[in-house]
């Protein structure tokens, strides 16, 4: 099973950038898609957005037009570029697979908080 690691979270600013980045252990493509997951404080992880394999995108009608999902080939790493950020954006943010399976886990996701 191919293990996923978040990084690049921090402290920013409302209307700031911040780039997540997710590396795989091994192949992106061995996933139907590549998901990335919003934790906010007290609730379950929702679904952000996704990348299929033909590198199609989709996201949640909340960060349309904010957010963007690339990859790096090469690297086994996807990106979620986070722009125009709120301060309802704070949170844990995961990657995943999408959609999720029995087997998949959290890992440590990378926090993300947003000052008003």
């Known amino acids: 099973q191919v293990q996923l690691v978040e990084s690049g979270g921090g402290l920013v600013q409302a209307g700031g950038s911040l780039r997540l980045s997710c590396a795989a252990s091994?192949?992106?493509?061995?996933?139907?898609?590549v998901g990335w997951y919003h934790q906010a404080s007290g609730k379950s992880p929702e679904l952000v957005g996704f990348?299929?394999?033909?590198?199609?995108?989709r996201y949640e009608d909340s960060v349309k037009g904010r957010f963007s999902i690339s990859r790096d080939n090469a690297k086994n790493t996807v990106y979620l570029q986070m722009n125009s950020l709120k301060p309802e954006d704070t949170g844990v943010y995961y990657c995943?697979?999408?959609?999720?399976?029995?087997?998949?886990?959290w890992g440590q996701g990378t926090q993300v908080t947003v000052s008003s």
């Open positions: 990348m299929v394999g033909d590198g199609s995108t």
């Open positions: 995943n697979p999408w959609p999720r399976g029995p087997s998949d886990y």
């Open positions: 091994g192949s992106i493509f061995s996933m139907p898609a």
